[in-house]
């Protein structure tokens, strides 16, 4: 009897120590999915009421005189990353229904709901590609106030969430780009309207 007295104590430490131990697995498993990399509104927007597309069509709104967009119902994702050196951008745009909280958009690869831009300078004439092979997930977490207001008369609101896309056989049409480009990051970026969008970036 004292034996088993003795060996409570024993157990219930050993017990403790274990759970101890899984919680800092969970712990280390959660800081793992962390981003050190965060995309923000210097890189792009969450245009909602557009889609958009390849031909003659006319655009409600043209981005970098290359990415053509319509009003739609559904939302379009666009990140923008340049190389001044080399004197190239690269435009990433990711269609999806709307910005539901919770939600994930998931591409395939196949042509429509996403595509990628190479634009540039290169043997003195302008370059532009479409081209690439994008597959991933898109992941919505929340809309979130912001400070910015971007010149518009409203308060304008940020969606965050996370992404693990990846852009393979990438056409760079002779300009400085690699063939694949991964996307592996938190983003915090201004949700605006197609209306909207085309008043900000319309030339002054």
Do not use: H
Not at 119 to 148: A, M, P, W, Y
């Amino acid at each position: 009897m004292r034996l088993w007295v003795l060996l409570i104590p024993v157990l219930l430490f050993i017990g403790c120590g274990k759970k101890e131990q899984q919680t800092g697995k969970e712990a280390g498993a959660a800081t793992q999915t962390g981003y050190a990399e965060v995309i923000d509104q210097n890189q792009g927007y969450i245009i909602e009421n557009a889609r958009v597309f390849v031909g003659e069509e006319p655009a409600d709104a043209i981005l970098d005189g290359v990415v053509k967009l319509v009003k739609a119902k559904s939302t379009v994702m666009v990140i923008r990353s340049s190389d001044e050196d080399n004197n190239v951008a690269t435009i990433l745009v990711l269609q999806f229904p709307a910005f539901a909280e919770g939600a994930a958009a998931t591409y395939d690869g196949s042509e429509g709901p996403a595509r990628f831009y190479v634009i540039g300078t290169g043997d003195n004439r302008g370059i532009s590609t479409v081209s690439g092979v994008v597959s991933g997930e898109l992941r919505f977490d929340k809309k979130e106030s912001t400070e910015l207001d971007l010149g518009l008369n409203r308060l304008v609101e940020a969606g965050t969430g996370s992404m693990e896309v990846v852009v393979s056989n990438i056409d760079s049409g002779g300009l400085s780009v690699p063939q694949e480009k991964k996307y592996a990051a938190r983003y915090s970026l201004p949700i605006v309207t197609i209306d909207e969008i085309a008043r900000i970036t319309m030339p002054s």
